[in-house]
């Protein structure tokens, strides 16, 4: 996929350009008069967007982005770097210059104003004249710039110059989010993936509207973060990971670059320490650790359930102590994850001092604790997460304890796993990923409501949804892709768009005219028979 921070020198997109002009002409000379130019096809329907937009208001002229047009910003560093971002997508593709100004009349424009919006939302106004986006926070005018990007032909999304016309439909839409937690995880211990391939992934989330990247970044196999005080965790615990290959660990320079890297694209980085189990890597880059002292081999199975801190000795909670304090200090975030799932060799005793320990530790260094749901079984810290991966078949007794935790303040984020878990394949033949919780085709993976799942939950509980993707069989950025397109859009819209959008015959429609945008943007995407693709 286009980087879109990457500059194309814009003399060869202008010649691009020109040499199309010429050909053009080419065809005239000497066949006179010239056929009248074919009318404009018309501009893809204002609410043909995913996510659905809370509020879409056809007009009647549509815009017509031009050779004339500008991007015009606010006099802020962040508004003309959102202005820069956009002319990025959209000059490879247009050949036009699109100047970022903040003087000027008609154009793209974008700007801050007070109004209903809220921290995300934005409203965009469509016409003759020019389109306008509004919003409170910047975060809603990088929101509107993706929808104006499905708005204008998938070909915008290419990397040399198209023939156009660019026309945005007329009308208003106004929307903001359903939900403020809107998450996509990616595993990096299974299988380790480089700053570049995570930052690329951050750029398809971005599409839609996702604002939480949450990187599992410790697990049996493998630790992915560098620890000053404690370096054999990411220089012995990284070296390898699934199948033996050489694994890697991000420096935390490199961590720095991908918060700062989501951060310009408005998504926020979640990191997870998982712990008590999943934690083989650290017990064996430090024998002291373990209960016995003796240090396990590392470990490139997919296996779970099988390693536990040492809940009864002291170091375990100095190490907790600093793992959490220097990753707390390069996380701007609020939240940090500390697992806690599959605890499957630690005693349930053993399990609810681990966590009665350990969440205090995540507070004092300024942080809200989210656990994976099997923390409901110990007492969640006030104001702590538990994002519950359950299924259909979880026991009714499971749910139950879940949902009593939310009722008592615990709120939740969804991951269905025989929903949300993009590393479950579509079908049998589905080459990559796991079927432990069931085949979760396209449709299955959208048709559900956050609001009403699970029994018992209030609705005001649930703080959003979120997309896991789970890499014991992922390796590569076409991997990633194929698994989470297109599931991810679904994943996205039931974070953003209203319950009453919900409609799967409709959003099969919308879904299906992102098949040429990831086409365009060289995304390699599973083509789900569930969903009406235009032929390629
Ligand atoms: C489970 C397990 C992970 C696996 C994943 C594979 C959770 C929360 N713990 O989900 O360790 O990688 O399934 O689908």
Request: glycine content about 10%; proline content about 8%.
């Amino acid at each position: 996929m286009r980087r879109h921070h990457r500059t194309t020198p814009r003399i060869s997109r202008l010649l691009g350009s020109l040499l199309l002009v010429a050909a053009a002409g080419a065809f005239t000379v000497g066949s006179a008069p010239a056929p009248a130019p074919a009318p404009d096809p018309a501009p893809a329907p204002l609410g043909r967007v995913v996510p659905a937009p809370a509020s879409v208001e056809p007009g009647t002229s549509p815009y017509r982005v031009t050779g004339g047009t500008g991007i015009r910003v606010d006099d802020s560093r962040e508004v003309r770097r959102i202005g820069a971002y956009l002319a990025d997508v959209l000059r490879p593709s247009t050949g036009y210059p699109l100047p970022v100004t903040s003087h000027g009349q008609g154009g793209i424009r974008l700007r801050l104003a007070k109004g209903p919006f809220g921290a995300e939302g934005y409203r965009l106004e469509s016409g003759r004249k020019g389109v306008t986006i509004t919003a409170a926070e910047p975060a809603g005018l990088f929101h509107g710039v993706q929808t104006l990007r499905q708005l204008l032909p998938a070909a915008v999304e290419k990397d040399s110059v198209q023939p156009g016309p660019w026309l945005v439909a007329g009308g208003t839409i106004e929307d903001s989010p359903r939900y403020a937690y809107r998450g996509a995880m990616l595993d990096v211990s299974r299988h380790f993936f480089t700053v570049a391939q995570v930052e690329r992934y951050i750029d398809e989330l971005a599409l839609y509207k996702v604002n939480k990247l949450h990187l599992h970044l410790s697990d049996d196999q493998g630790w992915r973060i560098a620890i000053d005080s404690w370096p054999r965790l990411a220089t012995y615990g990284g070296s390898t990971q699934v199948d033996g290959g050489k694994g890697g660990y991000y420096t935390k320079a490199d961590y720095k670059e991908i918060v700062r890297y989501a951060a310009s694209r408005y998504l926020e980085v979640v990191p997870e320490i998982d712990m008590p189990g999943h934690t083989n890597a650290a017990l064996a880059s430090y024998a002291g650790l373990n209960c016995d002292g003796v240090a396990p081999p590392l470990y490139t199975g997919t296996d779970v359930g099988f390693s536990s801190l040492c809940v009864g000795k002291d170091i375990t909670y100095d190490f907790v102590d600093d793992v959490v304090r220097e990753l707390a200090a390069i996380t701007p975030g609020r939240s940090l994850h500390i697992g806690g799932d599959e605890a499957h060799s630690t005693s349930h005793a053993d399990y609810v001092k681990f966590m009665d320990r350990v969440q205090p530790i995540v507070a004092k260094y300024g942080k809200t604790v989210i656990g994976w749901h099997q923390l409901t079984g110990a007492t969640p810290a006030q104001g702590a997460l538990a994002q519950y991966w359950g299924l259909d078949d979880t026991s009714e007794a499971e749910k139950a304890q879940v949902a009593k935790a939310a009722q008592n303040g615990t709120g939740l984020i969804l991951s269905p796993a025989d929903r949300m878990y993009l590393d479950m394949k579509y079908t049998a033949d589905t080459p990559l990923g796991q079927d432990w919780a069931g085949l979760v085709d396209v449709k299955r993976s959208y048709d559900w409501d956050p609001g009403a799942y699970l029994p018992g939950a209030p609705a005001s509980a649930v703080r959003g949804v979120e997309a896991p993707l789970w890499t014991e069989t992922i390796q590569s950025s076409a991997d990633i892709e194929y698994m989470a397109f297109p599931r991810l859009a679904g994943a996205a819209e039931l974070g953003w768009s209203p319950a009453a959008t919900h409609d799967w015959d409709a959003y099969k429609v919308r879904l299906a005219a992102q098949g040429p945008r990831w086409d365009a943007l060289g995304i390699g995407y599973y083509r789900s028979p569930q969903v009406p693709w235009p032929a390629r």
